[in-house]
């Protein structure tokens, strides 16, 4: 079973408008959650991470997330994008016990001038 | 701001033949991981060191895959003999201890191609 799920492959959004990336994950002990992203033909950058504390985390970039433990969710939020937001946006999960970073297969954000 | 440096950025191949890709992760991190990423997938660990000893090798493929990281510092991933299915991005990263051992910063990655 996944331990990462993305849902949407690829998101259009026009630029100014706000976007949301969706994340789910699967676990039954607790984790650390993840979004990188990727710009093309280069390696990833972290964005934000949840380790523990408040729920509501802010990363680079104007871009934040929230840690939804009823929901297992970490959805990936901006509430207005730019044409260099253009990228692949991975989240990816730690399980505590594995220690392991999966990442889920990600989603591609264009932006519509 | 302190990178992950991995070489080359671009490899074209032919299958059968070896190919290497080399990692200098960031000084003092203590753990160094490979990733490969194939083309509109995620990245999925090929190894993890713990200083130069393997502690996750368990999803690379042994017979012609191997990992060095010899003096716990820098470290070479090798192919051989390459085939077609190797082509990926080829993604190390490195994390540091205690509190900074979860964020994993990543290489820009080896790109490779076999033709």
């Known amino acids: 079973a996944q331990s990462v799920t993305q849902l949407d492959s690829q998101v259009p959004v026009f630029e100014e408008a706000p976007v949301e990336l969706r994340c789910n994950y699967s676990s039954s002990v607790s984790v650390y959650l993840f979004w990188y992203v990727q710009y093309p033909n280069q390696g990833l950058q972290l964005l934000l991470k949840?380790?523990?504390?408040?729920?509501l985390v802010k990363g680079i970039n104007g871009f934040e997330a929230e840690f939804n433990k009823s929901q297992t969710s970490f959805h990936l939020r901006k509430p207005s994008v730019h044409i260099s937001d253009t990228a692949e946006y991975f989240c990816a999960v730690i399980k505590f016990g594995n220690e392991k970073l999966t990442f889920g297969t990600g989603t591609r954000l264009t932006i519509i001038p | 701001e302190a990178e992950v440096a991995q070489s080359p950025r671009y490899k074209i191949t032919e299958k059968s033949q070896a190919v290497a890709f080399w990692c200098d992760p960031i000084?003092?991190?203590?753990?160094l991981y490979w990733y490969r990423q194939i083309l509109g997938q995620g990245p999925e660990l090929l190894v993890q060191f713990q200083d130069e000893s393997v502690v996750d090798d368990s999803q690379l493929p042994k017979d012609r895959f191997s990992a060095e990281r010899l003096k716990g510092v820098d470290s070479t991933l090798k192919i051989q003999p390459a085939e077609l299915g190797d082509s990926a991005m080829y993604l190390c990263?490195?994390?540091?201890?205690?509190?900074?051992?979860?964020?994993?910063?990543f290489g820009a990655g080896s790109r490779l191609t076999v033709l």
């Open positions: 000084s003092g991190h203590a753990t």
């Open positions: 990263a490195s994390s540091d201890r205690g509190v900074g051992a979860n964020v994993l910063t």
């Open positions: 949840y380790l523990s504390g408040s729920t």
